[in-house]
């Protein structure tokens, strides 16, 4: 009606309705290209997210499989699922290793305090229990050891008293 009032032609009304189609279907066309590709990045996103955690489930020797998600859920909301999923796996085992370095760090402090061999792990590995348990056996070993000295130590000071006893030699003197 605007362009009739403003005086033009049927054919020219119809030249700009075309080029209003053409620049709508311009312009929706690449919206959808562009939505398709976010489509297919927040799937291959999701589909690393599985990967990511199936490889962490097995490393945490957790049974069975991971969680499925719930059906029916939009893309965005599986993204967030999955990443929720991977992040309480990631904090298990930052929590699992936390407890295996500080044993190894007591391990290695013991070790290199008393002259002895500390037990050689990897510790940015999850450890496996053998591993665990070699390694709290050296420091139980290792601390038995620290002990048998400290006693061997207190038995040598009241034997050199007691010689200073003897000879009649004051120790603060």
Not at 69 to 95: C, D, H, I, V, Y
Not at 107 to 128: C, F, N, Q
Not at 145 to 162: A, D, G, L, S, Y
Request: hydrophobic share 35%; charged share 35%; proline share 2%.
């Amino acid at each position: 009606e605007l362009w009739e009032t403003m005086g033009l032609s049927g054919e020219e009304v119809n030249q700009r309705m075309d080029t209003v189609r053409t620049k709508i279907s311009d312009i929706t066309t690449e919206m959808v290209e562009c939505d398709r590709e976010n489509k297919m990045k927040i799937e291959e996103a999701c589909n690393n997210y599985k990967k990511d955690i199936r490889v962490l489930w097995r490393k945490l020797k957790q049974s069975g499989e991971p969680e499925q998600l719930p059906s029916g859920l939009t893309l965005l909301e599986q993204l967030k699922a999955l990443k929720l999923q991977l992040t309480s796996l990631e904090e298990k085992r930052n929590e699992i290793m936390g407890q295996f370095r500080s044993l190894i760090d007591e391990e290695r402090a013991m070790a290199s305090k008393l002259g002895l061999e500390a037990v050689y792990i990897d510790e940015d590995t999850i450890p496996e229990k053998e591993d665990m348990q070699r390694v709290e056996d050296n420091l139980r070993k290792m601390i038995r050891v620290k002990e048998e000295r400290e006693t061997h130590m207190f038995t040598m000071k009241e034997q050199i008293v007691t010689l200073l006893d003897a000879l009649g030699m004051d120790l603060n003197a």
